[in-house]
């Protein structure tokens, strides 16, 4: 039980163009999900907190309108990179926490590697 | 502000030597403790935690960690090491009320067959 999957696990686009990453839960309920970011050979980066319903909390530094995270359901989150740059280019790894497990554990995607043109 | 240190980026041991990759954390309150492993371009595997209790926590493929609140570490360890244990290790600490995670470095474990 608690899997989360990702969609795409890899994208190549365009610089200037837009992209979006879906995190799903498949067997439970996210009532709380993660963004992360994860440059080679890296920590992961916490990029922004997003509870079911209501608007995501951003960490310092990550800008939220290039940014989009949405998470309109209790199973489904996306994040949409827009206006994509080299820069952007990097693995995104989403987690989840919900009613799988109690709060204490974060269950984690396979992660989306994004490559900007 | 809560925080990890992974003092060591790299760790090489032979197959079948005991393994310790170590952690130590910075937290207020009780720290609930994490470990995932990841592979390479893969996301993180949950291995252990600690959350109260025992101070040792035995989790996934035979790895355990030794909570030991006097140093405020968490060290990661196996008897017996396997090559296909070879991969990058975090530890985690988490807290807040969003209960976020707030991940070590890294470490790269090798083992040489």
Known sequence: GA???????????????????????????????FW????????????ATSNEGS????????????????HASLTLSTLTVTSAHPEDSSFYICSATGTSGGTDEQY???????TVT | AQSVAQ?????????????????TYSVSGNPYLFWYVQYPNRGLQFLLKYITG???V?????????????????HLKKPSALVSDSALY????????????????????????
Request: with cysteine; proline share 5%; net charge positive.
């Open chain 1, 55 to 70: 608007k995501a909390t951003y960490e310092q530094g990550v800008e939220k309108d290039k940014f989009l995270i949405n």
């Open chain 1, 3 to 33: 899997v989360v999957s990702q969609h795409p696990s890899w994208v190549i686009c365009k610089s200037g163009t837009s992209v979006k990453i879906e995190c799903r839960s498949l067997d439970f309920q996210a009532t709380t999900m």
């Open chain 2, 54 to 56: 025992d101070n040792l």
């Open chain 2, 7 to 23: 003092p060591e980026d790299q760790v090489n041991v032979a197959e079948g030597n005991p393994l310790t990759v170590k952690c």
């Open chain 2, 58 to 74: 035995k989790g996934s493929y035979g790895f355990e960690a030794e909570f030991n609140k006097s140093q405020t570490s968490f």
């Open chain 1, 36 to 47: 992360y970011r994860q440059f080679p050979k890296q920590s992961l980066m916490l990029m």
């Open chain 2, 90 to 113: 975090f530890c985690a600490v988490m807290g807040g009320s969003a209960r976020q995670l707030t991940f070590g470095s890294g470490t790269q474990l090798t083992v040489l067959p």
């Open chain 1, 108 to 114: 984690f995607g396979p992660g989306t590697r994004l």
